[in-house]
């Protein structure tokens, strides 16, 4: 507040002075605030709530926005309601990093319901991977070096430098060679040997991860066909005798 002390003089001959009064002014705040950033994973929300502070953000700030539509990614409304913060969740359907900005109203809490010059927000949305279950067939003894790949009949998304880990979801006594993994590695690699002379099956559920982005876990099915393997043989016959 500001208080003035204000002395009224008549305009009439003789110049009279009237008795002092006092004029009180209330200066309610008006909310500065910064642009402000935020990075998030595909599906995840972001939050952003300004501080009293760097920003002038009087008690009981609500804001609005406006949202600059971005095709690659879905979850961003406008919002003419105020709201204590700026949140929403986010979908990125690509595997490359998408923006979305926001333009935000402030308004101040207090009498008077202030409203603040616009401040943008802008979100950096990194993708996930998510990938569909797979089935791949290989021979007994060649080494396997799977990659997903992206798009495809499965709409996958597989961003680039996608790394794996792996457990063994169901294992095969006949199948040797087999192993899990929790260091992330650029593609999933195994040689398996299958022991007998039919096909033979095992399950790996693997967890692809883009960055600090995980991805939901995915099973990939390795069919190991079988490859002849005959041990060394001797014969002895007679002279001038087929064998």
Request: proline share 7%.
């Amino acid at each position: 507040t500001v208080v003035y002390t204000v002395t009224p003089t008549s305009g009439d001959a003789g110049s009279c002075v009237g008795s002092n009064f006092t004029v009180t002014v209330t200066v309610n705040p008006t909310p500065v605030v910064v642009n402000k950033t935020s990075t998030i994973c595909s599906g995840t929300a972001f939050t952003i709530t300004p501080a009293n502070g760097t920003d002038i953000v009087p008690a009981s700030t609500t804001y609005t926005w406006t949202v600059a539509p971005n095709a690659n990614v879905s979850g961003q409304t406008d919002e003419a309601t105020p709201q204590n913060s700026i949140s929403q969740t986010l979908i990125n359907s690509t595997n490359e990093v998408q923006t979305v900005t926001y333009t935000v109203t402030p308004t101040s809490g207090d009498a008077g319901n202030c409203l603040g010059q616009t401040f943008e927000v802008v979100v950096t949305v990194n993708p996930k991977p998510r990938i569909a279950s797979e089935i791949i067939p290989i021979c007994s003894n060649a080494p396997i070096a799977f990659t997903a790949t992206n798009g495809g009949i499965n709409n996958n998304i597989v961003p680039t430098n996608t790394q794996y880990t792996w457990v063994i979801k169901t294992d095969n006594n006949d199948i040797t060679g087999k192993s899990a993994q929790a260091t992330p590695q650029a593609s999933f690699t195994q040689t398996l040997r299958n022991t007998t002379n039919t096909q033979q099956t095992i399950v790996y559920t693997l967890t692809p991860s883009s960055g600090v982005c995980a991805g939901n876990p995915f099973d990939l099915t390795v069919l190991v066909n079988p490859i002849p393997e005959i041990a060394a043989k001797t014969v002895a016959i007679c002279s001038e005798v087929f064998f």
